[in-house]
């Protein structure tokens, strides 16, 4: 069983629709979540970090934990053609542990 | 703040030359940084772990002594490939984290792509 595994994708989705990206884990002492943000041929963008269960909001990005269940989810409101891209989720153990990355394409 | 820049973005070099990758981070000190590879459409893969003034760790699989990697300053880490093969092109990509700031995540690089001819 991988550590952390995401839905590659890819997800298209009408321009103004919510996008839920999802992530789950196996490791319970994970306490540290990220989700990165990139565009084709560049490296990945910081969008959202929280530490331990809860929601995080920052602008149009929520990022939300779920500890119990091991699920972690990022939700964009109102999403545009410039949230197309790869988003991955990140947590922190021993180690850094990266999900494959889903595929967004928001549709004008 | 947290920004992390790469050089060069796209080399071409020709099979069995080596080429360097520097990852400097501009307004933090990065303690740790990390090498990862990228193949299109594919995740990213680590590579090694380096802190400054200490030896990487390299993750297994990794040739350490085909990919060079040096810390020897807390805003500077370079990768060397040596004797660049074919098989050696794609996107490599640092990211650099400050443990003495008390927080975990890493900040990227933009990426290397490299091409051997």
């Known amino acids: 069983q991988k550590e952390v595994e995401q839905d590659p994708g890819p997800l298209s989705v009408p321009e103004g629709a919510i996008v839920s990206l999802n992530c789950t884990y196996s490791n319970s002492a994970f306490q540290y979540f990220m989700w990165y943000r990139q565009y084709s041929r560049k490296g990945p963008e910081l969008l959202m970090y929280?530490?331990?269960?809860g929601n995080k909001e920052d602008g149009r990005f929520t990022a939300q934990v779920d500890k119990s269940s091991k699920y972690i989810s990022l939700f964009i409101r109102d999403s545009q053609p410039s949230d197309s891209a790869t988003y991955l989720c990140a947590m922190m153990g021993n180690q850094f542990y990266f999900g494959t990355g889903t595929s967004l394409t928001v549709i004008p | 703040g947290a920004v992390v820049s790469q050089h060069p973005s796209w080399v071409i070099c020709k099979s069995g030359t080596s080429v360097k990758i520097e990852c400097r981070s501009l307004?933090?000190?990065?303690?740790?940084m990390f090498w990862y590879r990228q193949f299109p459409k594919q995740s990213l893969m680590l590579m090694a772990t380096s802190n400054e003034g200490s030896k990487a760790t390299y993750e297994q699989g990794v040739e350490k002594d085909k990919f060079l990697i040096n810390h020897a300053s807390l805003t500077l880490s370079t990768l060397t490939v040596t004797s660049a093969h074919p098989e050696d092109s794609s996107f490599y990509i640092c990211s650099a984290r400050d443990l003495t700031s008390g927080r975990y995540e890493q900040y990227f690089g933009p990426g290397t792509r490299l091409t051997v001819t």
């Open positions: 307004d933090f000190q990065a303690t740790t």
């Open positions: 929280t530490y331990s269960s």
